[in-house]
């Protein structure tokens, strides 16, 4: 599952007057747990894997899709450094969950403060994705829910990804009205025909 293909970087909490202790404090909750998986806060020396799941999965949703500079070894570069930029900030450790099945992080879901101004949700699902294998046990719902909270949120889904689709709906988001051109949004030609359309809910 996805929320976006997260060409434009995170908004900074400074944008939205986020201070880190909240989100020291809430980092330091308990993790969810099930048989089969659990969501927790990303640790620090993670970044190398959360990487590689990130581009892995990239790959198994777009490959034929996206263009292949999505997931070479530029790509992947790109991606760690992202990476270990967002797991030195507390802030954005609080608002990402992971989840690991037998020791091993297999996805990860990250929400933030809205990009766009025409919106009035309390959150964004900047990213969600969850290994091919690992899809169908309820690990998505769980990371989604557990940053969420039931709260307001938006998000941006390529138009024809019919399961994501469906699994937003399912979790109360329905279609605003808005979408994009990633070529037109991204400048890169490569992906102009691309398009991505934004989907909302109200507090559950």
């Known amino acids: 599952m996805r929320a976006e293909i997260a060409l434009r970087a995170p908004r900074a909490y400074s944008e939205v007057q986020e201070r880190a202790a909240p989100a020291r404090r809430a980092e330091q909750r308990e993790s969810t747990m099930s048989a089969e998986y659990t969501i927790r806060h990303p640790r620090l020396h993670e970044a190398e894997r959360l990487a590689e799941v990130h581009i892995a999965s990239w790959k198994e949703a777009y490959e034929g899709i996206l263009p292949d500079q999505f997931w070479n070894d530029d790509a992947y570069q790109r991606r760690l450094d992202s990476w270990r930029q967002m797991l030195a900030d507390p802030a954005h450790r609080a608002r990402t969950r992971v989840t690991e099945v037998h020791g091993t992080v297999v996805g990860m879901a990250q929400i933030g403060p809205p990009r766009e101004d025409d919106v009035d949700v309390e959150h964004e699902l900047y990213m ?13 719902s769980a990371m989604l829910e557990e940053l969420l909270h039931h709260k307001s949120a938006s998000l941006w889904v390529l138009k024809t990804n019919a399961r994501a689709l469906a699994f937003y709906r399912k979790h109360g988001f329905t279609p605003d009205g808005a979408e994009k051109d990633l070529g037109e949004d991204a400048g890169a030609e490569a992906l102009a025909g691309i398009v991505e359309i934004r989907m909302v809910r109200e507090p559950q």
């Open 128 to 140: 969600i994705y969850l290994l091919a294998d690992h899809q169908g046990n309820g690990a998505s």
